[in-house]
């Protein structure tokens, strides 16, 4: 790094470590000729900690913080569930994000889309999600596709991508992604919400569950859970789950869902963790 950087200094997991604020990075890296993705991991090898990182530690370890930064993900859907995921993993450092969604937001989608606002209306979801998770965060490659996934493309959308993650609508898109996710053999987060409900599971490429474990032979919602709506803090806290739950498996941790079903009722505020 440019010894004439004023670099601060924090104790991080017993250590004394340089922190970097985003300017002096991005300075960095344009002078340097590299992407601010590639810079940042560049600079966490070295144990200079970007400044925006900080609140990461001690929650993991330098190590795991890398690891995030070198990571991908696959983020289908850009509504409720999936503007919650890109936020919180645009926000953690995931280095590169692969947007999918072939609709434009709408005036019902004001209620739960984090990524939607008045003046949002009418414009691409993929494109407005990733510009958002551009201005977020600066040091993540972000791409968007504003088509719809199914069975003749999913599996090229994932070429590359660490982990999918299902923030659909519908079953058929779901099934789709999933197959893609296996034939790839990388892990398939799947959520799901209806009204004050929402579900969670994780299929790792080996396991012997999916979704038909959940589904059964069924492709179509059901149309009584599209009566239910879908108020914005059920896809939150679905969707921040999900993050979550990325966040783990890209970071190097196990997941905590693997094979098992968490389902969470905002009526009574409980949750239920089923084995498969």
Not at 57 to 71: H, T, W
Not at 194 to 219: C, D, H, K, N, V
């Amino acid at each position: 790094m440019d010894p004439t950087f004023q670099l601060e200094e924090a104790q991080i997991q017993g250590k004394i470590l340089k922190v970097i604020d985003d300017a002096q990075l991005l300075d960095w890296a344009a002078r340097e000729r590299l992407s601010p993705r590639k810079a940042q991991v560049m600079a966490l090898g070295r144990e200079i900690i970007p400044a925006r990182y900080l609140k990461n530690f001690e929650a993991m370890s330098l190590g795991e913080q890398i690891r995030l930064c070198e990571g991908s993900a696959l983020v289908c859907g850009c509504g409720g569930l999936g503007g919650t995921i890109i936020q919180l993993l645009a926000r953690a450092g995931v280095g590169c994000l692969r947007l999918v969604d072939p609709d434009v937001f709408a005036p019902s989608n004001l209620n739960r889309q984090w990524m939607s606002d008045t003046k949002a209306l009418g414009q691409s979801k993929a494109e407005t999600a990733a510009e958002r998770a551009r201005t977020i965060n600066p040091f993540v490659d972000v791409e968007s596709h504003p088509v719809r996934l199914d069975e003749d493309n999913a599996f090229e959308l994932l070429a590359g991508m660490d982990i999918a993650v299902d923030a659909l609508d519908n079953l058929a898109a779901r099934f789709a992604l999933e197959e893609g996710a296996r034939r790839r053999s990388i892990p398939f987060l799947h959520g799901a919400v209806a009204g004050w409900w929402g579900q969670i599971s994780t299929f790792m490429p080996r396991s012997a569950y999916s979704l038909e474990t959940i589904y059964g032979l069924r492709r179509q919602r059901d149309p009584a859970e599209e009566a239910m709506g879908v108020p914005g803090p059920t896809a939150a806290v679905i969707g921040s789950l999900q993050a979550m739950e990325a966040m783990r498996i890209l970071a190097g941790k196990e997941p905590a869902w693997a094979d098992r079903l968490l389902y969470f009722d905002g009526e009574t505020g409980t949750t239920s963790l089923l084995p498969f």
